[in-house]
């Protein structure tokens, strides 16, 4: 009896375990929700954004240029100086050095001071003989002028005189003006032999030889185009000029974006090195594009734009010219627009459909889509606010399948 017993017991034990395991392999091979993750269709704000890199620029920058030619000095200002309009000098122009001279052009300018040095001998020798002349005339005026007076010579033979030592003094005038004359042509041709370094006076004051530039606006030096002292030619940049409390910011974008901007559109300004964010207006867009080759090779037509700041100098320390920032331009806004995350939406034939999770379950539902930005699209038709709709569903994914969010 009791062998009988055991065999039942054993035979009870193999069954309740074959039970357990039948039980366990059908949950195991029941199909499992999948695990989604899931966001809600809200109400809210909305905000069309077109995120571009710009750059700092001083609204009115002033270039200093060179007048003339010359020698500059080496720069009595650098960058960050502070500058007051007509007061501060900025620049020293002096006169150019001349050019050195090969051997024929030394050797021409070399007789060329020997034939002036011969003129003016030959010109000595002239004044010499007329001052000689004119002393003769005189003398023989004086004396006919004593015999006219006791009727010793007759008055024409006085008036001959008188006229000969007219003469006499003439050709003096005319020796004296050819020695002058030729005197100035030496001093010229011996200019022609100066050298380098030899035609100022390097020590003199700025004021007597040199031209003197004075800053024409008050503010800050922002570049030099040399510090060194160097030879420059008319209208060749010598310094820039502004006022950082003045600034504005200057981006481009792609020509389908631009059209969506308006004059008067607000935009932010963040990642520009300070606290808090700036805000900004479009002040001006370029009314023609140009071409500009991406990093990719492609050839983009971008349009220029020019923003103002609105925050005051003190609001935004340390930004100066040419620094980079990031700016975001509104370029419409709605407070009351019904959306959803833009991963949830997909393509079904010619319009948008999203999965809406209902009791478990994926139900795929067509929806009218408005506008997009900033991640989220405004939905039009096909949900209501609530509705939980499943972010970047799989391609596995049908409807009516069983779903589990993947955060709980």
Known sequence: MR?????????????GIGLLLAVALVWALRPQ?????????????????????????????????????????????????RVIAGETEVAVIRPADPALMDMRSRAQAEATVAEAEAAV??????????????????AQLDRNRALAERGVIPSRVLE???????TAHQTLRAAQSELDLNRAALVRARTQLIGPR??????????????????????????????????????????????????????????????????????????????????????????????????????????????????????????????????????????????????????QGEGWAVFVMENGRARLTPVGIGRQSDGRAEVLDGLEQGARVVLFPPSTLKDGAAIADRGM
Request: charged share 20%.
């Open 3 to 15: 062998t009988i017993m055991m065999a039942w017991i054993r035979r009870g034990t193999l069954g």
């Open 33 to 81: 929700p999948l695990a989604v993750d899931l966001a809600p269709v809200a109400r809210g704000q909305m905000q069309g954004v077109i995120t571009a890199q710009g750059v700092t620029r001083v609204r009115e920058p002033f270039a200093v240029t060179a007048p003339l030619a010359g020698t500059t000095t080496r720069a009595p200002v650098e960058v960050g100086d």
């Open 121 to 138: 001998a030959l010109a000595e020798a002239n004044l010499q003989s007329a001052e000689t002349g004119l002393a003769h005339a005189r």
């Open 160 to 166: 001959d005189v008188v006229a000969a030592h007219e």
């Open 198 to 347: 030899a035609i100022i006076d390097v020590s003199a004051d700025p004021g007597e030889c040199c031209l003197r530039i004075m800053a024409p606006h008050s503010g800050l030096v922002l570049s030099v185009a040399d510090q060194n002292a160097r030879v420059v030619q008319a209208g060749s940049p010598l310094l820039t000029i502004g006022d950082l409390n003045d600034l504005d910011i200057e981006l481009d974008l792609l020509s389908s974006d631009a059209v969506q901007v308006q004059p008067g559109a607000s935009a932010l300004v963040d990642r520009w090195g300070g606290e808090g964010v700036l805000e900004a207006r479009v002040r001006r867009i370029d009314p023609a594009a140009f071409t500009r080759v991406s990093a990719l090779g492609i050839e983009e037509q971008r349009v220029r734009l020019r923003l103002d700041l609105l925050d005051p100098p003190a609001a935004r320390p340390g930004l100066g010219d040419g620094f980079r920032v990031h700016v975001s331009l509104i370029v419409w806004q709605a407070d009351d627009v019904l959306h959803l995350p833009q991963p949830a939406l997909f393509r």
